[in-house]
Structures are given as C-alpha cells and as structure tokens.
C-alpha cells in the first residue's frame, strides 16, 4: 500500500497560485495518482488524476516527475471558495482490488 | 440523476444500540467503501465491497459490518461493539478500470451517540 505524504496546513492569498505536493516513494508501477478536495460536512469531490507526466484539466493540473515518486497540485488564481482540504491518493492494483486510503489531507486556507 | 445518496442525514443512537446507515447508488459502479471521518482529521477506510456478496475489511472494521446482496447498495452496521461510534461517515463507489478510477462520494451521514 503506497503511503502518502502532504503538508499539513497550507496558507495562499487571492489570486495566486497554490501548488500542494505530495510524496509517494512507494508508488506501484501500475498505481494512479488520484486528487480529491472536501469542504465542510461533505463528501470528497474529485478534482484530477494523472499517471505520469502533466496533466490539466478545467480547475487544476497535475505534474508528475518521472520517478513518480511524488507529484504536486497545482491550484491557478485561487479564491476564497478554494478554502478546502485537499487529499492525495494512490491506488493500489493487487489482484484485481483497489482500495482508496485517503491520508490526512492538506488544509489549504486562502485569504482575502 | 445518476449519484449516490446516503441516508439518513444525521442520526442519533442510544449507547448500546445498533444502527444501519444507509447507501445506495445508480451509477452502476462495482466498487462501494465506507469511511469514517473524526473532526479535524483525515478519511478512514471501515469496509470496502468489489463485487456483490463479497467485501473486504479496511483500517477500522472493528464494532462495524456491512452486506452487499445488491450492486446498488452497501449498508453500513454499526454495532454495540463500536466504543465511539460518533463520526461523519461517508460512501463513496467507484468503477474500476484497471488502476485508473474516480470515486464519488455521498453526502455524508452524522452519527451522534447520546
């Protein structure tokens, strides 16, 4: 089961970009790396996944190095409805299972 | 709408008690799990099912149980056996399409014992 490692908390004004990172040194050949963010009292919302390399969807990208030993979410201009908890995942392939085991997450607090 | 709804909202349970959760899904996803999650902290796996009639124990599966007779539900127990059983408690199902997925989430359930 790859373990991942995110800061805790992390602090952004208005308007500049955020980039979260998270490490996995024990990432599988197989396994995705997943990015879900959660507001109070909800459920976790899917933001992104990628595999290797970049990638960018309408609210965030993702880049991964090529060790793919860690990877960072990239947030551009964020807003106050940015304010969320941001978790890493990364997905386990054995015989035919996946489980989601979320960590801790990323607090990330943007400030007017 | 295609989505996966937990019920009830919030619930209240007397020490001692047992109590069903309820989650149902239309998306016609394989994979169901339930999480716990205690204030300030992060998601917890309980259960997990990858096919109806079979589930496998997550992290913290102690003093809960789950059922899967159907694809569209995955009922979450939680026993007399749970010592602290107050916590935010989420669904969530996914496809599962090699090791790429997307899990959605319900709402949520607020199980508070009085």
């Known amino acids: 089961l790859a373990k991942t490692t995110q800061p805790i908390s992390m602090d952004s004004y208005e308007g500049q970009e955020v980039n979260i990172t998270c490490s996995h040194n024990?990432?599988?050949?197989?396994?995705?790396i997943t990015w879900y963010q959660q507001f109070p009292s909800q459920g976790p919302r899917f933001i992104i996944q990628?595999?290797?390399t970049k990638v960018t969807n309408e609210v965030a990208s993702l880049f991964i190095p090529a060790d793919r030993k860690s990877s960072t979410l990239s947030l551009p201009r964020v807003s106050l409805s940015d304010t969320a908890v941001y978790y890493c995942?990364?997905?386990?392939?054995?015989?035919?299972?996946?489980?989601?085991?979320f960590g801790k997450g990323t607090k990330l607090s943007v400030i007017p | 709408d295609g989505g996966i709804t937990q019920s009830p909202k919030y619930l209240f349970r007397k020490e001692g008690q047992n109590v069903t959760l309820s989650c149902e899904q239309n998306?016609?996803?394989?994979?169901m799990y339930w999480y716990r999650q205690d204030p300030g902290q992060g998601l917890r796996l309980i259960y997990y099912?990858?096919?109806?009639?079979?589930?496998q124990k997550g992290d913290i599966a102690e003093g809960y149980s789950v059922s899967r007779e159907k694809k569209e539900s995955f009922p979450l127990t939680v026993t007399s056996a749970q010592k602290n059983p107050t916590a935010f408690y989420l669904c969530?199902?996914?496809?599962?399409?090699?090791?790429?997925?997307?899990?959605?989430f319900g709402q949520g359930t607020r199980l508070t014992v009085v």
């Open positions: 969530a199902s996914s496809t599962y399409q090699g090791a790429s997925t997307e899990a959605f």
């Open positions: 024990n990432i599988a050949t197989n396994d995705y």
């Open positions: 990628g595999y290797k």
């Open positions: 995942l990364v997905g386990t392939s054995g015989a035919g299972s996946y489980q989601l085991t």
């Open positions: 998306l016609n996803h394989d994979a």
């Open positions: 099912s990858q096919i109806v009639n079979d589930f």
